[in-house]
């Protein structure tokens, strides 16, 4: 059986939520097809001790605001899937689960959803599947002799499954560092980053790299000189845990390993370092294999876009994968205008 909407959207998470509060504003038809068993999107896989970056009230979806959590100034993961469950509720998203997308495929006037449960028929189609579910490793020498543990920042759970360990983190990211205070207490740590991590100053949180992001943005768009956004501000934004952990001198970084042997890892001067686990917080790509299909994916793997608008296929807009869909529409603060504006021209697409 195959059912018909004027919009699918792809992906529950944030950037889901955040285009259908505007779509059901817009007053047109549309479902919201999710994978995962329970609402929250990404945010119920995090590690246990993840915090945002922003304040309650700066890091909230467009209509409603995140209320505080009691006894923290920056929520952690439970509260942020709390406040998307309840959201999700809240506007009466028409979310369907479990349902995997398994490609998008040009059928005349419209778009055919392809799922593991059926077919769907829209005359557009908004991609928010995000980046958590294709983790990147890098191709480094010996990764596959390593006779220790191995996982990526997806698998991460808890210091306490490393507890009295010889662990290296690897990657200068705010993941990065956020897990490696995480375990510089209880564990022995190796910091290993591929540039020398630039922490943020103290007072500089979510906030202040939105307002960054989307002046650089600005700038761009106006033809004027690229003010470098949030990178010109440093990498990692010094939260609480980060900042006890660096100011009681737990975490060093060191330069990035040149190969890794069986026993650990190894340095160009010949320097080694045991390990038992290493963790690679080595980032994200975009979540795009069910639109192999439009064939519109370039040379570096992105779909080029005009905003959030897929530039080979006008049908298709693409929301929350980072700044070349919108300036910081990967975060809760960010994702609000850029989902506004794929609704918008979505809503003349199909007037």
């Not at 979806?61 to 920056?74: E, I, K, S, V, W």
């Not at 990498?235 to 952990?245: G, H, W």
């Not at 917080?281 to 069910?290: A, D, E, K, V, Y």
Request: glycine share 12%; proline share 6%; charged share 20%.
């Amino acid at each position: 059986m195959t059912r018909t909407s004027q919009v699918v959207v792809i992906g529950g998470g944030q950037a889901g939520l955040a285009a259908g509060y505007h779509l059901r504003r817009l007053g047109l038809d549309f479902a919201i097809l999710d994978a995962q068993t329970t609402p929250g999107g990404a945010w119920q896989h995090a590690w246990d001790s993840l915090h945002l970056f922003s304040p309650a009230a700066y890091s909230s979806l467009p209509g409603r605001l995140m209320p505080a959590q009691t006894g923290q100034t920056y929520p952690d993961a439970e509260h942020v899937v709390e406040y998307l469950t309840d959201y999700e509720k809240r506007y009466e998203l028409p979310v369907e689960r479990s349902v995997r997308v398994i490609g998008v495929h040009r059928d005349g006037a419209c778009l055919r959803v392809e799922t593991d449960s059926g077919t769907w028929q829209a005359r557009a189609v908004i991609s928010a599947t995000g980046t958590w579910w294709r983790p990147f490793l890098p191709a480094v020498p010996g990764r596959a002799v390593f006779e220790g543990r191995q996982l990526h920042t997806v698998a991460y759970t808890r210091p306490q499954d490393f507890a009295g360990r010889r662990v290296v983190v690897v990657g200068g990211g705010n993941s990065g560092a956020q897990i490696a205070a995480d375990l510089a207490h209880d564990t022995q740590l190796t910091w290993v980053t591929q540039r020398p991590p630039r922490l943020l100053a103290d007072h500089i949180d979510g906030r202040a790299l939105f307002d960054a992001a989307t002046a650089r943005r600005r700038a761009l768009d106006a033809g004027h000189t690229d003010t470098g956004g949030v990178t010109s501000l440093g990498d990692i934004v010094a939260v609480p845990p980060v900042r006890e952990a660096r100011d009681r001198g737990l975490l060093t970084a060191r330069p990035m390993f040149s190969r890794l042997h069986p026993a650990g890892v190894e340095w160009a001067d010949g320097t080694r370092a045991e390990a038992d686990a290493i963790i690679w917080c080595t980032g994200f790509r975009p979540t795009l294999s069910h639109l192999a299909p439009l064939q519109l994916r370039g040379p570096r793997g992105h779909i080029a876009t005009t905003g959030t608008r897929a530039v080979g296929e006008p049908r298709l807009h693409l929301l929350g994968y980072g700044d070349w869909t919108g300036p910081a529409s990967a975060t809760l603060i960010g994702v609000g205008r850029p989902a506004r504006e794929a609704t918008l021209e979505i809503a003349d697409l199909v007037a």
